[in-house]
């Protein structure tokens, strides 16, 4: 399943400080940045929320990387939805920013190229079909991923094609691409393979990915190591996961072009990456990878060759900590912490985004307390080069919470609104982060679902249950052939625990979650009457049926250990749908039309058994959206009506 990444609402007056007597303002997102190979520029994705709950309309901005100096870039379909740069990439020698633009309302996409203080953008060539992950080689050549003639936008959360004609039978595969002189394309690849992600060889002869033969939205969690020729596209396979629960992620050339890196380990979903660090020497016959990271108690999240060639640059999950480490390539030496904090970063499939030349690095930090920046500098000494969100602050207080569970320890967030009455206990909602295999990280708490519940009084506890990351692979494979049953009993633990530090009332708890959480939102109303409301999004109610209805079914075998069609069993006893009538807590489900991870048939089954059983119950599947529903801003105004609405009227 799909780590759904919670809704971004209308941010609240009531969540949000700022200057007294000033009407609140949007929060402005960084959403992706890269900076310059000489250090001096970084360029963002960002966008302001709206109204509606998301972000409608994307700008591409080229701050000065020591004062944040802005250099806007004009797009040609700026102010139009879904307008949104992809595949930020640097030329070599800086002058230039390329990057790719979808036409609204369609499968088209222009790559273009800009210079470094911004303005017009020059157009590069047209292509219908999908462009993404840009890349420049050491030379200056420029690659891209691309699918010709898609059906859809690439990744299992977008909008499903229409189920019609021969089931199979169209298959679209994304592949390397070289951008020729004359804004053609050159395939680097073969057609009968998805390429996932990739880095070229520092010699600019080829190239180093991850791919799977077939449909690109399933087929991700048995992908392989290629490499890949520039010159004619064969490809090699360099490296097979060791088992079924190893999927494979970033992989990065050393500058030497002797070794590979990439992260392996169990994973949920294709973007939400986390496990252990491997380092694969090349061209060597037989060669095995290593891991250098055995047993490590975080989970490494993102990879990448430090500027000496020599170590590597990770980004790790430590509980609640963030941490950007430096690495040894072998195993058994000494790791070095270079920044920790209670905080997410991003902006960047690496652990930062660095520019060797001067070691200045950029990065997007966000806290529950404060809204995203961008920060440059040296690493660990960084500081805000941006000021977008300037005076906004959530009124929240947060709790680190950590708690054991069949004796072992689970850390999950207790967020309380700080404006609460004196001596009065809080209603409380439990949200379950997507995956499993992700983790409730700290987010600003003055949008999403977050600050309208903050907002309406009710304390918001976010667990770190068994199957999330965060403290080492042991506890992320923690779920394995036993989904719902070890991580709702760390989930209730949890919930005590936040009841010792804060003044829950026990008798007003509410749970809530979409996908995996979703899912577990239905499993639990199946298993304790604890809850008074529920509301799953994108849920999964029956895991026999599932198996044959969703887009994505090999992400089950790692988890289940085998094909529904072969250990019925271990399926049946992890669903709602067999335990249903356990049911007392009132349910409101939702699901998008067109999703493909989590299909609209699960949710309609758990509303009609509910329905049957007479259990209060609400169901509603928003036409035309997706795992991720980013079609119509109105249905995400109309979910938050909907939920606030469910738990107040059970909460009170």
């Not at 949104?84 to 996409?109: E, I, Q, V």
């Amino acid at each position: 399943m799909r780590t759904f990444k919670q809704a971004i609402l209308t941010t609240a007056a009531f969540a949000v400080c700022g200057a007294a007597g000033a009407a609140p303002r949007p929060v402005h997102h960084f959403l992706r940045t890269a900076i310059s190979p000489d250090g001096a520029r970084i360029a963002a994705v960002e966008g302001d929320e709206t109204p509606s709950g998301g972000i409608d309309t994307f700008s591409l901005v080229i701050h000065a990387a020591t004062d944040g100096t802005p250099h806007p870039v004009a797009l040609p379909c700026d102010g139009k939805p879904q307008c949104r740069p992809a595949g930020l990439a640097w030329s070599p020698d800086s002058k230039t920013l390329a990057f790719a633009l979808r036409t609204p309302g369609s499968h088209d996409y222009t790559l273009y190229t800009v210079g470094s203080d911004g303005g017009a953008p020059a157009k590069r060539t047209a292509f219908h079909g999908t462009l993404d992950d840009l890349r420049y080689s050491p030379g200056g050549t420029l690659a891209v991923l691309a699918i010709a003639d898609a059906a859809k936008e690439v990744g299992a959360v977008e909008a499903g094609a229409p189920i019609t004609g021969e089931l199979g039978a169209d298959v679209h595969e994304q592949r390397i691409a070289i951008l020729q002189p004359d804004g053609s394309f050159k395939w680097a690849s073969p057609d009968n393979l998805f390429v996932y992600e990739y880095d070229w060889t520092p010699d600019g002869s080829g190239f180093v990915a991850t791919a799977a033969p077939g449909d690109g939205d399933n087929h991700w969690w048995v992908a392989k190591l290629y490499d890949f020729s520039a010159k004619d596209g064969t490809g090699t396979v360099i490296y097979t996961p060791a088992n079924q629960r190893q999927q494979l992620a970033v992989p990065r050339v050393s500058p030497d072009g002797k070794s590979v890196s990439f992260i392996g380990g169990i994973m949920s979903d294709f973007g939400s990456t986390g496990g252990e660090a491997f380092v694969l020497p090349l061209g060597a016959a037989g060669a095995k990878a290593v891991d250098i990271t055995p047993k490590l108690p975080a989970t490494v999240t993102a990879l990448a060759w430090a500027c000496d060639g020599k170590s590597l640059l990770a980004s790790e999950l430590a509980a609640d900590q963030r941490r950007i480490v430096s690495l040894p390539p072998t195993p058994g030496g000494t790791a070095q912490v270079l920044a920790a904090s209670q905080e997410s970063v991003g902006g960047t499939d690496d652990p930062v985004s660095i520019s060797c030349a001067t070691g200045r690095a950029a990065l997007v930090h966000t806290s529950f307390t404060t809204p995203s920046e961008i920060e440059a500098g040296r690493i660990g000494q960084w500081h805000d080069i941006t000021h977008a969100n300037e005076g906004l602050s959530a009124a929240v207080e947060v709790k680190n919470v950590v708690w054991k569970s069949d004796g072992k320890p689970v850390q999950g967030w207790l967020l309380l609104p700080k404006n609460a009455p004196a001596g009065k206990k809080l209603a409380m909602v439990t949200v379950i982060h997507g995956g499993p295999a992700a983790a409730a990280q700290p987010q600003y708490a003055g949008t999403g679902w977050t600050s309208k519940l903050l907002g309406a009084g009710y304390a918001v506890f976010a667990p770190n249950p068994r199957g999330s990351y965060g403290q080492g692979e042991a506890f992320t494979l923690g779920n394995v052939r036993d989904f719902g049953h070890g991580d709702l009993r760390d989930d209730l633990a949890g919930i005590t625990a936040a009841e010792a530090v804060a003044p829950i009332d026990e008798n007003r708890l509410g749970v809530m979650g979409w996908s995996y959480g979703g899912y577990m939102t239905m499993w639990t109303v199946t298993q304790t009457n604890r809850f008074k409301a529920a509301v799953a999004g994108a849920g999964i109610a029956n895991w026999q049926s599932y198996y044959g209805q969703n887009g994505i079914d090999a992400w089950m075998i790692p988890y289940f250990g085998a094909s529904v069609y072969d250990d019925p069993a271990v399926y049946a006893k992890s669903s709602p749908i067999n335990f249903i009538k356990h049911v007392k807590t009132p349910t409101l489900e939702v699901v998008g039309e067109n999703d493909v991870e989590c299909p609209a048939p699960q949710t309609q089954e758990f509303w009609h058994a509910l329905q049957d059983l007479g259990v209060p119950t609400t169901s509603v599947i928003y036409p035309g959206e997706g795992h991720a529903m980013r079609t119509d801003p109105r249905h995400l105004e109309d979910f938050e009506k909907r939920f606030l609405a469910w738990f107040a009227k059970y909460l009170g």
